[in-house]
């Protein structure tokens, strides 16, 4: 804890604010209910009130207040999004340390199969892929992290490979080193900065990638994500010519929008912090 | 046959000293044949001048045990008036050069004639005829005769020393540091003299001097005498060029004369006066081991003409590897990197591989340490064979360092973590115990091994301090040979010669060999007790550093050294 207020302090303006950000929408993800009056699922109000004293953000069109719905769908993006950082760092390390480490045939198959992965055209892939599966927040998050874990993999498997060639893992080695001892002691530490940053940036994304997935439809219709929420207004019959879209459609967006933005300029103060960029 | 003119069997001489009974030679025997010459060589204290006076029977307060068998005659046996019937007439001894060999109150010439009064009985008009006989043969002028013993300069008192030996014409000359404490001519001038004398009187000598090139010069045969020991005996030459003991490398590595190029470093002072009944020199012997201890090693053949005490037989090869061969595949073509490389590295020896870049050496290191496998040959690392790197994985095995000191030491490390990790890895000895071991050898490579010193980590040392670091790990295993490869190449010359100071020096004090590779041939010069010349991946010459750094045979060599040091060979 105390590393990362020493990190926190020793990062540029640009970074602090988006550390806060970030932090008040965790917050919001996790005390969601307590911070909202109204439930997130029922009528409290009219219809598609505008935002007042009462209601916040106004209502949508079956008068669920607007600032619950925020609030629950922040959780259901934050959960969607550290889960498929989570799995896509898991599996991406994993095969890169390993085709790093082992090259030869091994490391030769695994990178074959990987560009076979990146081949793939995402979004079509996974929009048949949502289909296929269905809509539940487990499904989607299998089906985001199959396509996040490729570039993971090729960084760490680089970042292994001008390791490797180190005098020092070759002594280690002439010594008789485990693997488990290699990557404790010499490869470990250089190769968390990298997953870390990787593990942020595959949070922006995924976070994105759900919600154009939600706005397609495709999403889980039972857990109203900020993807969900803003498929619901754009779907709104000519929701562009009534003044509804002021918060109905903005409201989403810019929770969205001010997500992203946090996660990455984050990102870009570590890459910058590490002094590599990717 | 040549006839036995002096035979020394198992001589033995004890000094009394106030309370105690102090053994200065034990058990020496050598046999001098008529018209040799023998050298004694040794440290100071190991006995020479002992036997020389033991010989002559001038002796007072010691026991002399053991025969000294002078044609025939049993000398030490004896009684001094008997004795002095061989005294000068056969036996004369050249003592060592002081101001107060010389009576200060008899002028040089009332010196000479005592003893020819006291030894031929000859007239006086003959003893005046031979003393400037005598004078003429040692190249002195007459004027001096009526000098005193001060008046003369070193160069020319040690010719009056043997002037007054020559004077009986003895048959057997001994002769005591001819030239020590002369200047570069006049030692020049008296050796030559005593050669010309030997020559044309054909006299046996016995020659003791702790300058190598006396002996050289003088000399056929060689004794190499060690606190009473005998320890290694020779032809001269074949001994200076080749010596089979670990002492009488340490002498001859200590020679300026011998070594023109090399940094001098004397055989490492680890006198513990105790010896017990072991080996006298194990405790400075850098291939002693346990059974060193207790057994009393005798002075045996280990081929013609040459014997050695030594328990292992003289030094002993720690690594040999035979037809080494490595090759690469390069567009379809073959590229040999290393082909039918044989290499030979004794106890306590410092081989250097050179050659240009490209020709292997590096391949040839990185086979031996077990880096790469080689594609037929073997390797044996005290005389058993070895796979892969197994040796680099036990104590008192074969470690390398490598040249670029910042890929060769993880920079997220802790300075003990660095040290430390070959123990870690094969888990040798205790927390405490490696701990220890840490301290030690950061302490033997000069860096700060306080609990501060530990905890600085490796990124913020600068290139030098990090080879430190890396020598420190290797020293942690207490290894029996070290490979050096290029390690100075990318150290700018002070750390450069530091770090070669630094290893050197711990060569010398811990005994371990080392198969130093570069490409710097001042470098080489500077370090190598022997040299491999690598070209395309074979060694094109092999030898002596001395020999081959003066008279490359080569054309490769040749080529190599004229560009670098500008000679002409």
């Known amino acids: 804890m105390k590393k990362i207020i020493i990190y926190i302090r020793s990062a540029s303006p640009i970074g602090k604010a988006a550390f806060l950000l970030l932090t008040a929408i965790i917050i919001l993800s996790i005390f969601g209910s307590q911070l909202s009056r109204y439930p997130h699922d029922l009528s409290s109000g009219k219809s598609l009130e505008a935002p007042s004293k009462d209601h916040k953000l106004g209502t949508d069109d079956l008068g669920i207040d607007l600032w619950a719905q925020i609030c629950n769908g922040a959780r259901i993006s934050m959960i969607i999004s550290l889960g498929v950082a989570t799995l896509a760092c898991g599996i991406g390390s994993f095969i890169g340390i390993i085709s790093g480490y082992k090259g030869g045939i091994i490391d030769y198959i695994l990178m074959r199969f990987t560009d076979m992965v990146i081949v793939l055209p995402q979004l079509p892939t996974m929009i048949v892929l949502g289909a296929f599966f269905g809509p539940s927040i487990k499904n989607i998050i299998i089906v985001l992290s199959l396509f996040s874990w490729t570039r993971i993999a090729r960084i760490t498997r680089a970042k292994l490979l001008t390791i490797m060639e180190q005098d020092y893992i070759k002594i280690a080695k002439g010594y008789g080193a485990s693997f488990k001892y290699i990557y404790l002691n010499h490869i470990q530490s250089q190769i968390l900065p990298i997953i870390v940053l990787c593990f942020i940036k595959t949070t922006g994304k995924a976070i994105v990638a759900e919600a154009s997935l939600s706005f397609l439809g495709l999403g889980d219709p039972t857990s109203k994500s900020w993807g969900l929420i803003l498929n619901r207004a754009m779907d709104f019959n000519g929701i562009y010519f009534t003044p509804y879209w002021k918060w109905w459609v903005a409201s989403p967006l810019i929770a969205i929008v001010l997500l992203v933005v946090s996660i990455s300029l984050i990102g870009r103060e570590l890459e910058n912090k590490y002094d590599f960029k990717m | ?569």
């Open chain 2, 1 to 569: 046959m040549k006839k036995e003119l002096l035979k020394v069997k198992d001589l033995k001489i004890s000094y009394f000293l106030d309370s105690e009974v102090k053994e200065a030679v034990k058990g020496v025997s050598f046999t001098l044949y008529e018209g040799e010459t023998i050298g004694i060589i040794g440290e100071s204290g190991s006995g020479k001048t002992s036997i020389a006076m033991s010989i002559m029977g001038l002796l007072t307060n010691a026991k002399i045990e053991g025969k000294i068998i002078y044609d025939g005659i049993k000398f030490n046996t004896l009684r001094q008036k008997e004795l002095n019937r061989y005294r000068w007439n056969e036996v004369a001894i050249v003592f060592q050069n002081r101001l107060d060999v010389l009576n200060p109150v008899l002028t040089i010439r009332e010196q000479i004639e005592e003893v020819l009064k006291k030894h031929t009985m000859k007239s006086k008009g003959d003893i005046k005829k031979r003393v400037k006989e005598l004078f003429s043969m040692v190249n002195l002028e007459e004027k001096w005769l009526s000098s005193y013993a001060h008046e003369l300069s070193g160069g020319m008192r040690q010719k009056v020393l043997i002037a007054m030996a020559l004077s009986c014409n003895p048959k057997l000359l001994i002769i005591d540091e001819p030239t020590s404490s002369l200047d570069v001519l006049s030692k020049r001038e008296i050796i030559n003299l005593l050669k010309s004398i030997q020559k044309k009187n054909n006299i046996s000598m016995l020659v003791i001097s702790h300058e190598l090139p006396v002996i050289q010069e003088l000399t056929t045969k060689v004794e190499v005498l060690y606190l009473g020991h005998i320890l290694e005996e020779g032809l001269t030459r074949d001994l200076i060029n080749n010596p089979m003991h670990v002492y009488t490398r340490g002498l001859i590595n200590s020679s300026c004369d011998i070594n023109v190029y090399k940094e001098l470093w004397g055989i490492s002072p680890k006198i513990n006066l105790k010896s017990g009944n072991g080996c006298p020199f194990y405790q400075r012997c850098v291939q002693a081991s346990k059974e060193c201890t207790q057994k009393l090693p005798r002075l045996s053949y280990i081929s013609i003409e040459r014997k050695v005490a030594c328990n292992k037989g003289g030094i002993v090869t720690i690594l040999e590897t035979k037809d080494l061969s490595k090759a690469f595949k390069s567009h379809g073509s073959k590229i040999y990197a290393c082909k039918n490389v044989s290499i030979n590295v004794k106890a306590g020896e410092v081989a250097a591989l050179i050659g240009a870049s490209g020709s292997g050496k590096t391949t040839t290191a990185k086979i031996i340490s077990g880096f790469l496998k080689s594609d037929s040959g073997s390797i044996y690392f005290e005389g058993k064979e070895i796979h892969g790197c197994e040796a680099m994985r036990k104590i008192h095995g074969i470690q390398i360092i490598f040249q670029d000191p910042f890929s060769a030491i993880n920079g997220d490390f802790t300075v003990e973590k660095a040290v430390k990790e070959p123990l870690e890895i094969l888990n040798i000895g205790s927390e405490e115990e490696r701990k220890a071991m840490v301290k030690k050898a950061l302490q033997d490579v000069q860096m700060p091994f306080d609990n501060e010193g530990l905890d600085i980590r490796c990124n913020t040392l600068s290139g030098g301090e990090r080879q430190r670091i890396s020598i420190a790990r290797s020293l942690v295993m207490k290894p029996k040979l070290l490979i050096a490869d290029e390690i100075t190449s990318m150290l700018d010359p002070s750390t450069k010669a530091n770090i070669l100071r630094l290893l050197k020096g711990l060569q010398n004090e811990k005994g371990f060999s080392m198969l130093f590779i570069t490409h710097d041939l001042p470098l080489a010069r500077k370090i190598a007790d022997k040299v491999y010349v690598m070209n395309r991946g074979s060694i094109v010459e092999e030898g002596n550093a001395l020999e081959i750094f003066n008279k490359p045979k080569c054309q490769y060599t040749k080529k190599l050294f004229k560009e670098c040091f500008h000679m002409t060979v």
